[in-house]
Structures are given as C-alpha cells and as structure tokens.
C-alpha cells in the first residue's frame, strides 16, 4: 500500500488520510474529545480544498502550547484501545497534512514535530486502522484505488458523502 501512496500526488496522500479518518471518526463519537478531533478534520479538509489554512494554523490544533487543548495532548486521554488507535491515525492524518502546507508554503522551518513526518508516520497510520477493524484493510484499497482512478477535486467536492460513508464501492461491499 505505501507504494500506490507515494505514487499519488501531494493532494491525494492528504484526501487518502483524510477520507480514511472519516471511515473512523465516529468511534470517538462517546469521547469527550471528538469535538477537537472532527474540527481538526474539517480544518485539514478546508485545506485540501482551497488553501483556507496555514500551515501554522493547522500546527496550532496539533499543538497550541497548552496541555489542555491540542490533539497531541488530548490524545493522551484515551484509555479504550480502539480509541487510543483511532484518535492516533486522526493525529497522524492532520500531522500529515501539516507538513504537506509547510511545503506547499515554502516555509523555511518546522516545527520540531513535523520535522519527523515520513513515510513511516503513514505506515503507523495504515497500522492503527488496520488494527480497529479488520474490514479497514478492504476501506483502505478501495479509496486508494478511487484516487487513482478519479480526479482528487472531484473527491474533494464530494467530501460529505465521504463523511456520511456514502461512497459506492469504497464503504459497501
């Protein structure tokens, strides 16, 4: 799978995190933490789609130097294991989006956590989804192969089907 992914574009490496977060962003749904974690999402789609961010911004809701309010630190208060995991890939896909702004903005620095992301953050990613259900192994190739196979604005667009895991062939069989 890390083959097809760095095969992808920029956009379409943020749109194949992003869209597999949504797959699992409700089972944080009882978490008193989902509210950060679904704005962080929405915030790195804005991103994807026109820019609306800064890189900063989005590096803010991963750390914004409290130890109350960023994910890095809410991440922490998980204790239930399918939790813990799917609270780590939202981090590791805004992580990765994070760094992809810094990039795109041609910025000179990075902030110290970001400077670490890889292609191994998206393997630990992949590794957490795989770990909360068996059936996000079938989730994650049919969305990489939407994305090869599709324009990434159009995917973009349509991002509320995504949400509402309304996406024929990538969330039913």
Not at 145 to 165: G, H, M, P, S
């Amino acid at each position: 799978m890390l083959n097809r992914f760095e095969r992808l574009n920029s956009n379409k490496q943020v749109v194949y995190l992003l869209g597999l977060s949504e797959a699992i962003i409700k089972r944080l749904s009882t978490s008193p933490n989902f509210n950060a974690a679904k704005n962080a999402l929405e915030t790195c789609w804005e991103w994807a789609e026109t820019k609306k961010h800064s890189a900063d911004d989005i590096y803010n809701l991963l750390d914004d130097g409290t130890e109350e309010t960023s994910l890095f630190m809410l991440m922490q208060d998980e204790t239930e294991e399918v939790n813990e995991l799917a609270f780590g890939c939202i981090v590791d896909a805004v992580s990765y989006t994070n760094w992809i702004a810094f990039q795109n903005e041609g910025l000179g620095y990075l902030p110290t956590p970001i400077e670490n992301v890889d292609l191994s953050l998206v393997e630990q990613f992949l590794d957490g989804f795989y770990h909360i259900t068996e059936a996000n192994k079938i989730l994650a190739e049919r969305f990489m192969t939407l994305l090869e196979q599709n324009n990434v604005n159009e995917i973009i667009r349509n991002r509320a089907q995504i949400k509402e895991n309304r996406v024929p062939g990538f969330f039913h069989n």
